[in-house]
């Protein structure tokens, strides 16, 4: 199969914006995406958009040709890929294999959520759905609820402890406080972050990310072209997705997700690489505590040791190996459906060396790992120049 | 690109089942589509779910893992495609790419819909949120009144009259009484057709498709190993799928779908073929009007003739070429998110002489053609041995 390229990418800020339809939003994204690759609507030949809710969201089901007729890509194969917060890594996933196998040569990716039309309560129940809506979401069970159990279990088992979920929170709040697109740019202490007000036991509203509209865009081409369309492309070097059981009752353990292992060899495999050779990375930190399983079941640290590498500045912008550049879900902002492709397009700028006041030294390898529900879809992407 | 074979179909009836919820459902097509290609869960690489509005119609979102899990598939990617009623035959042909591009050697594809818990207005509305929600949505507008606009404009425009209509739906309706696993099996005379209750002037209830529970599922292969696990498989020897403006007022000329045009263009050049190579079709008639729009948008008949040729004899089941020989949308049922693959399957019936009393003696090359909204998105396959 042929080396793929990203030639584009385009984004919207991220943050509540009442005048913004989720098709405005996409649009921008989509439009921005195609003058940053310098193509015209005309070339693109697929069209490939990450949605989890816009039906329950905004009321809008059967988005993708909706979104596509207005960016002016007329006919082409329109599809929305739906796999609750990982919606626009599948959609990426899907693009660069067909792609790779030869199906077209210029595809665009996007992802996009409109959220903040609802009321928080109905946020939750929407969220909810991608939960097992028979077992844990019938017995009353949120997104908050399932990670705060998951979050126990791992403190039980590993000594994890609430400094430590605190800690993926102060660094991701100082990273999107140098992201001018970020939904919330606010830098805390370990003391506000301990003090927060409690979600869901052991939980605090700074362990949560935020509820916000927005989009985002790649454009993928086959390696070999991509020096038609800009100086400065990024290689996927890697990409997997993989699946799991909905519900945590139906899970052995849940401090570690067995998706997270399987897409993150798979994408590893793929590459040709181990956890050792990626210089920085974007985890869906949807909750803090998905940070620190992330960084163990990807292998950037021994199980039971995530939470202790991020008190210690393992994972900060200055560590060994900076983990949310961009803010993560937590200060970035977490439009569930753009989440995906939205870490590819942060993995891209700071490839690029275009990160502005958080692009690091070293960044010639880049992870991107984006979760659905409580581990039931991952997509592990890795991007080099 | 290699060929790629169908190597197994399964399906529920579709019908109400107040009994089976949208897993069971799913399941039961599944299994029956891997014993029916010889396969156990394990060798299944990769699963492709079509489900249109399963969030709004059961309250379950992140489908496709969960559906996967429940096979036994475990690990697999598994992506949920949502395009409308063309929801499982964008799965199809976004998993026929994936084999065709060398991604994978076995997938499973399916489609699945549980409707009838919702009561109708509350299904009319489901349905309603494929169309344009700000402009033809807000105004009032539901599918059978688009589809009757288009109708009384196609009677404007070529002549078309309510016996022509009413002929599909005679029809579909003597075909439908010979499949066992339709939803309604039935005859009714062109009287009682012409004197059904009126829905959306000019189309009747007997105009309109039903609302049913069902799954479907097909098997994927490479061509080249398609006799490990089959005698009989069926070959792809076409597939497109194209895009147009969701809403009406936006189309240039409501009598014709460029989507269905296009795709059809794509998958007859894919397969070197006209439309007069094709033996026998299964057309999405969600409406009357939709199957003659159809017959006319893929070149079985000149534009305008085709009602006359309908109520000539031109697609009944011994006509020149039969048309939805499984009693289509409009008698087998029409659960949204199966009914591609579904038709899919009705097609390797008919190719394999598997069809029984509705068996054609001509049944070499079949084409299905599956349509989302008002034609916003469709997927056009041929098959032949």
Redesign the interface.
């Known amino acids: 199969?042929r080396p793929v390229s990203i030639i584009g990418i385009g984004k919207t800020p991220f943050g509540a914006f009442p005048d913004k339809?989720l098709l405005d939003l996409a649009v921008e994204a989509g439009r921005k995406c195609l003058k940053n690759g310098n193509i015209s609507p005309a070339q693109v030949e697929a069209?490939y958009l990450g949605n989890?809710?816009g039906?329950?969201f905004?009321?809008?089901?059967?988005?993708?040709?909706?979104v596509?007729?207005a960016m002016g890509?007329?006919?082409?194969?329109?599809?929305?890929?739906?796999?609750?917060c990982a919606s626009s890594g599948?959609a990426f996933?899907?693009a660069c294999?067909?792609v790779?196998?030869?199906?077209y040569d210029v595809v665009l990716v996007a992802g996009v959520e409109k959220m903040t039309s609802q009321p928080t309560p109905r946020v939750t129940d929407i969220l909810a759905?991608?939960?097992?809506?028979?077992g844990e979401v019938k017995a009353g069970a949120t997104f908050p609820s399932l990670f705060a159990m998951i979050a126990r279990r791992h403190m039980y088992q590993f000594g994890t402890t609430r400094e430590h979920l605190a800690a993926v929170a102060v660094k991701n709040h100082s990273n999107g406080a140098k992201n001018p697109e970020a939904h919330m740019r606010k830098v805390i202490t370990m003391e506000q972050a301990l003090a927060g007000r409690m979600i869901a036991d052991p939980l605090t509203i700074y362990d949560c990310s935020l509820v916000s509209d927005g989009a985002a865009a790649v454009l993928l081409c086959p390696a070999e072209r991509a020096a038609e369309f800009t100086s400065k492309p990024a290689r996927v070097l890697g990409v997997?997705?993989?699946?799991?059981?909905?519900a945590l009752a139906?899970k052995e353990d849940i401090t570690t997700f067995?998706?997270v292992r399987?897409a993150g060899q798979k994408a590893y495999q793929m590459a040709g690489m181990t956890a050792r050779d990626i210089d920085f990375a974007e985890l869906h930190d949807c909750f803090t505590i998905a940070e620190i399983i992330a960084m163990e079941d990807l292998g950037f640290v021994p199980r039971g040791e995530g939470g202790p590498a991020t008190a210690a500045g393992f994972s900060a912008l200055n560590g060994e190996k900076p983990i949310n550049t961009s803010g993560g879900l937590k200060t970035k902002g977490h439009p569930v459906g753009a989440t995906g492709v939205a870490q590819i397009c942060d993995l891209v700028l700071q490839l690029r060396c275009e990160a502005g006041e958080r692009q690091l030294s070293r960044a010639g390898i880049g992870l991107a790992q984006n979760l659905?529900?409580s581990g039931?879809?991952c997509v592990v992407t890795i991007l080099g120049r």
Do not use: C, I, K, W
């Open positions: 199969m339809s069209f989890f809710a039906p329950a905004v009321g809008q089901n059967h988005l993708a040709p909706y596509a007729a890509l007329e006919g082409v194969p329109a599809t929305r890929f739906e796999a609750a599948s996933f899907h294999s067909a790779a196998g030869g199906m759905s991608a939960g097992e809506l028979g997997a997705q993989a699946s799991d059981r909905l139906d067995p998706a399987q659905g529900g039931a879809t």
